[in-house]
């Protein structure tokens, strides 16, 4: 069971995922689906249905970069330079279209991150990890590319033990509260 502090990072986690515009997919969706006449129910199902791997799945795929670099011991331009590699150059997690330069929930979510690491709630190496990509980023690309809200939400679900799938499933029960 999470204590207080866990459940608070868990939390927060949930509720910043909650937010969203009228430009997102899945929210597009849902109001063409309500335009169309259609209950409530199906209007989510519509949305819901739009998370996939380009919308909805960069939480999942942070997480797994994030275990990707811890499994080459953490050298991240090493680790950064594999995984464009195998999975092509988007950094999940990193970087946005529409929040520039920086998603205003992402530092916050790491506030959590640090306040919990000292309340001994978590580890901090997730948080630490997505620092020092966010670092080499920068060195790479001669510009910052900061963390955005996927990557901070994957930061949290890292730090609390959960597997890469779960950050998905996770974003989709937020963004159908929304």
């Not at 995922?17 to 129910?41: E, F, K, W, Y």
């Not at 309340?119 to 997730?126: L, M, N, R, T, V």
């Not at 590319?145 to 730090?159: K, L, S, W």
Request: charged share 15%; with cysteine; hydrophobic share 45%.
């Amino acid at each position: 069971h999470p204590n207080e502090s866990q459940s608070k990072l868990f939390e927060a986690a949930l509720v910043s995922a909650v937010d969203h515009g009228p430009q997102s997919p899945s929210i597009a969706a849902a109001r063409m689906a309500v335009t169309c006449g259609l209950p409530l129910n199906n209007a989510m199902a519509s949305a819901v249905n739009m998370l996939g791997d380009v919308h909805g799945g960069a939480g999942e795929q942070a997480v797994e970069l994030f275990h990707f670099v811890m499994a080459y011991d953490g050298d991240v331009p090493e680790a950064l330079n594999a995984w464009a590699n195998e999975r092509g150059k988007i950094i999940p997690g990193y970087g946005h279209r529409f929040h520039k330069p920086t998603d205003p929930r992402a530092p916050r979510l790491m506030e959590l991150v640090d306040q919990a690491v000292a309340q001994d709630a978590c580890e901090g190496k997730f948080s630490q990890i997505a620092q020092q990509i966010e670092i080499v980023l920068c060195e790479q690309k001669g510009a910052p590319i900061p963390m955005n809200i996927d990557g901070a939400t994957a930061v949290i679900y890292a730090e609390l033990g959960f597997a890469p799938p779960l950050a998905r499933g996770l974003f989709c029960l937020s963004r159908s509260v929304g």
